[in-house]
């Protein structure tokens, strides 16, 4: 292999007490991907988000981002390298406007004010949320606190943007809406890997997508055949309903 | 709403408050003059817990080990090697910072109450150190010698004016930090933290590392009010510097005023510190407690009616109003 891969996930345990939540996951992503990360409840896809980026020591395994190891770095340290998150239960900073949640973002690549209020609000041209500017953010719909929480991701310059079930709990306009802005930032030249729940959204937009099921990765592949794939079906839905199918 | 712009309006509302201050002493009482002193001073030391109370969400109710350490260097180097009390002003401010980051730095995963709780912890290891520790006259105290007055001195004997204008310098200067701070990154960067560690984190901030920024800034500019209060009272010892009522009167002048305001914590002073002096003159004297209670049941109402602090409620009233 001559490319150093974009991210590389090589072999991650995390075990939480006698719980694997993660069991030697590995798996990569190219520069400019969209990729999934698909598996029921409690399959280990937040932890694994939160191994690649800090927020959890791993125990076992590496993590290299274009070929420099982060393993068990600070969240801060990468951030500052590119590697951006989201949570799935959205945050927001509550006492401050939807302008100043996003200039907060912003303050990880500029330090002057006017530079940082400037970016801030490019952000929220692209992600259409000009209008509200001046709200509090605690105002916000929960799919305008979705798109905030985007903007806020983006005014951080990422290169690789990690979304945490950004389509969970949004009507079917809402959902278009996210999918055509998710497609809109990898337009914009950012790798984007997702956690989601919301097959639609997963069929979509994903290049590749990789199932977990109670802490190992079971399938990998295009959106199609993953969803075709009978182990998959027995993860989601039990042995019985597929014995049924057959 | 420019927050980051002063309009015009306020530039002149501003101007004439500091005129108002600068004329007011020259026709006021001695007592006077002293309780205004007394509530700058407080003010002072409220802007400064609200850089890491209100705007960093670290809840002090230690600030008080801050200022003892602050009236005590100044006056042991004044004592031991007669170095000019502004010397000592700068020195303390130093040892503060220093002795703040050594105490957050082991403390910075801890919020909320656990955190309120370790401060009060610390302030009173220091109290009981002081209170021990021979050097710096244990129990007894340190009594500054009197010299000639002079500003290098830091000292004024003939009228309280020099110290009037000297305590109004410095509330200045704090209002100043914290308004630098507030609409700086650093500012973004601490009410990201009061929300939660989390989302500072996600958003790319050293949370560590800003928390400390927040209590360092805060120790110097609380220890710069204590070096004024021992040049001011030429007798300190731990039982009238480095006790919890002091950190809980800073704690109530700001949340009075308003938390997480530039000027609420100066607000909550000019209400509570002429109302607790006024009170204790007039009332306290006769032992019945009255001053306390009316004190007491001011807090309750404000807390009750106003948790945004009368400053909090008066700025989102003419945010309204706009």
């Not at chain 1, 709990?169 to 890997?193: D, F, P, Q, S």
């Not at chain 2, 001695?30 to 209100?54: E, K, L, P, R, Y």
């Not at chain 2, 503060?96 to 082991?106: K, M, T, V």
């Not at chain 2, 002073?269 to 204790?280: N, Q």
């Amino acid at each position: 292999m001559s490319a150093v891969p974009f991210l590389d996930v090589q072999s991650i345990s995390k075990y939480f007490g006698g719980v694997r939540a993660c069991d030697d996951v590995s798996f990569h992503v190219d520069r400019g991907e969209i990729v999934s990360i698909i598996g029921p409840n409690g399959a280990g896809k937040s932890t694994l988000f939160s191994c690649i980026t800090g927020f959890h020591s791993v125990d076992k395994g590496r993590v290299f981002f274009k070929g420099q190891d982060i393993t068990n770095q600070k969240p801060h340290t990468i951030a500052k390298l590119g590697v951006v998150r989201t949570f799935q239960i959205v945050q927001v900073i509550s006492d401050m406007t939807v302008l100043e949640n996003v200039m907060t973002g912003g303050f990880l690549r500029h330090s002057r004010v006017a530079d940082v209020r400037s970016h801030a609000e490019e952000m929220l041209a692209f992600t259409g949320l000009t209008d509200k500017r001046n709200h509090n953010a605690l105002e916000l719909s929960i799919s305008d606190k979705k798109r905030l929480e985007v903007s806020m991701s983006l005014a951080m310059k990422p290169e690789l943007l990690m979304l945490d079930e950004s389509m969970a709990g949004l009507t079917r306009v809402e959902l278009r809406e996210m999918i055509a802005l998710i497609r809109k930032v990898r337009a914009n030249g950012v790798t984007v890997l997702v956690v989601e729940h919301v097959m639609e959204a997963v069929m979509e937009l994903s290049d590749r997508v990789i199932v977990l099921n109670t802490g190992r990765k079971i399938v990998e592949g295009p959106p199609k055949e993953v969803v075709a794939n009978p182990e998959v079906i027995r993860a989601y839905l039990g042995e019985r309903y597929n014995a049924v199918r057959k | 709403m420019g927050m980051h712009t002063i309009s015009g309006k306020k530039l002149a509302a501003g101007g004439a408050l500091l005129t108002l201050l600068i004329i007011l002493p020259l026709v006021s009482s001695s007592f006077g003059q002293h309780v205004m002193i007394i509530t700058f001073m407080f003010a002072m030391c409220g802007v400064a817990w609200n850089v890491m109370g209100g705007y960093a969400g670290m809840f002090s109710f230690g600030q008080v080990a801050f200022f003892g350490i602050g009236a005590y260097t100044s006056s042991f180097l004044v004592l031991t090697f007669h170095l000019s009390p502004w010397i000592g002003l700068v020195a303390g401010g130093v040892i503060s910072a220093l002795l703040a980051a050594a105490i957050g730095y082991p403390c910075s995963k801890l919020r909320g109450h656990y955190f309120a709780i370790a401060s009060i912890a610390f302030a009173e290891i220091v109290r009981i150190v002081f209170t021990n520790w021979d050097m710096v006259g244990a129990a007894e105290g340190l009594t500054l010698p009197m010299v000639k007055e002079s500003l290098t001195h830091f000292m004024f004997h003939s009228s309280k004016l020099p110290y009037y204008y000297i305590m109004l310098l410095f509330l200045l200067l704090a209002v100043a930090v914290c308004y630098w701070v507030s609409t700086s990154k650093m500012g973004y960067y601490f009410r990201a933290i009061k929300e939660s560690h989390e989302i500072a984190e996600v958003l790319g901030v050293n949370v560590v590392r800003y928390r400390l920024f927040a209590i360092m800034i805060s120790a110097f500019l609380t220890s710069m009010a204590g070096t004024f209060y021992a040049q001011y009272i030429l007798y300190i010892d731990p039982e009238s510097v480095m006790i919890m009522p002091i950190s809980v009167q800073i704690v109530l002048v700001a949340m009075l005023g308003g938390a997480n305001t530039v000027l609420g914590p100066v607000v909550g002073a000019a209400i509570l510190i002429p109302l607790s002096e006024y009170s204790r003159a007039w009332l306290g004297y006769k032992g019945t407690g009255v001053d306390m209670i009316l004190y007491g049941t001011l807090i309750t109402l404000i807390s009750m009616y106003q948790p945004a602090g009368v400053w909090g409620a008066i700025t989102n009233l003419m945010r309204r109003g706009k």
